[in-house]
């Protein structure tokens, strides 16, 4: 028998899972996926057995999606973290100086006179982030290269400047990954004002190296090590894919939401969906996966409030 379509009650100012609940009833296009991924969510957060990967670009970061983020590894639901350098670079800064509300339709060529700069709707004044940046990247490179450090694996970076960060920001996703000790691997680590910084230190320190074959080492001991894999994919890019690479190792994902604003008609793997990884044996073909189109800043808070609310239920 065929499921009856549900009109969405609201005017009960219902909790977050109950109204995630009525949109999967309502059976609304963009809706029914959303509630369907709460559903698979709430199955990657709830099995300790799984190595869960979180995925994500640098630019939600400067949101308040950090917040989010953060959550997930402070409480313990994430076990690797793959990102971009921005990640490193937005989560740095934030610590010390504020970004601002701004819009889309800004002068921009006011803002570079100003000396501001634009992120879609954010606004983030020059020295709140090229400056604070340099300041606290040289600092911290110049402690580990007195203790010693000479090869320098992106984990190894990651978790010195969350250890730099003050454990009283509860929002900084590398504070929350060194205190929880969640590896944070960032494959294209020059690709960013902290991989520059990490240049700028290189041309006095020439015997520094960036160790990325440990990164990737790392990952391999998660892949093979894991009893089940999952991962929460946000965006995609450099980080959505080195997931699925490594994953294809182990014959694949067995659980794998994605959430992208991306289209599939490109070619692209930011707009594949997670069936199509299924045929390159990066997701297992007995997975529970799903794509959800929509903007992560909007549908990963909901989808995450929603999860959580449920488990601790």
């Known amino acids: 028998?065929?499921?009856?379509?549900?009109?969405?009650?609201?005017?009960?100012?219902?909790?977050?899972?109950?109204?995630?609940?009525?949109?999967?009833?309502?059976?609304?296009?963009?809706?029914?996926?959303?509630?369907?991924?709460?559903?698979?969510?709430?199955?990657?957060?709830?099995?300790?057995?799984?190595?869960?990967?979180?995925?994500?670009?640098?630019?939600i970061v400067a949101t308040?999606?950090?917040?989010?983020?953060?959550t997930l590894v402070r409480e313990g639901y994430v076990d690797a973290i793959i990102t971009t350098c921005g990640t490193l670079d937005h989560d740095l800064a934030?610590?010390?100086?504020?970004?601002?509300?701004?819009?889309?339709n800004l002068d921009d060529a006011d803002l570079h006179r100003r000396h501001l700069y634009r992120l879609g709707n954010l606004v983030i004044p020059e020295a709140n982030y090229g400056k604070i940046l340099e300041e606290k990247m040289q600092r911290?490179?110049?402690?580990?290269?007195?203790?010693?450090v000479r090869a320098l694996s992106t984990r190894a970076l990651a978790a010195a400047i969350g250890q730099a960060i003050p454990a009283t920001d509860r929002s900084s996703i590398l504070r929350a990954a060194y205190e929880r000790n969640v590896p944070v691997i960032v494959p294209g680590i020059t690709d960013?004002?902290?991989g520059s910084q990490v240049w700028l230190f290189w041309q006095d320190h020439k015997a520094l190296s960036l160790d990325l074959l440990s990164d990737e080492q790392t990952l391999a001991d998660l892949v093979f090590e894991a009893k089940r894999s999952g991962a929460i994919m946000l965006g995609g890019g450099i980080s959505k894919h080195h997931t699925i690479w490594w994953n294809q190792f182990r014959d694949g994902l067995d659980a794998a939401l994605y959430i992208t604003t991306a289209v599939e008609w490109d070619g692209s793997l930011s707009g594949a969906r997670t069936r199509e990884a299924i045929s390159w044996g990066k997701v297992k073909p007995r997975a529970r996966h799903t794509t959800i189109?929509?903007?992560?800043?909007?549908?990963?808070?909901?989808?995450?409030?929603?999860?959580?609310?449920?488990?601790?239920?």
């Open 1 to 59: 028998m065929p499921r009856k379509v549900e009109d969405v009650r609201v005017d009960d100012a219902p909790s977050v899972d109950t109204l995630v609940r009525r949109l999967s009833a309502g059976g609304g296009f963009s809706a029914k996926e959303v509630a369907d991924g709460v559903d698979l969510l709430t199955s990657i957060l709830d099995d300790r057995e799984m190595t869960t990967f979180l995925s994500f670009p640098a630019d």
């Open 64 to 70: 308040g999606t950090r917040g989010v983020l953060a």
């Open 94 to 104: 934030r610590a010390f100086r504020p970004y601002y509300h701004g819009a889309w």
């Open 140 to 148: 911290i490179l110049a402690g580990l290269w007195k203790d010693g």
């Open 192 to 194: 960013g004002a902290v």
């Open 293 to 313: 189109d929509g903007d992560v800043t909007v549908l990963f808070p909901l989808m995450v409030g929603a999860a959580l609310e449920r488990l601790k239920r």
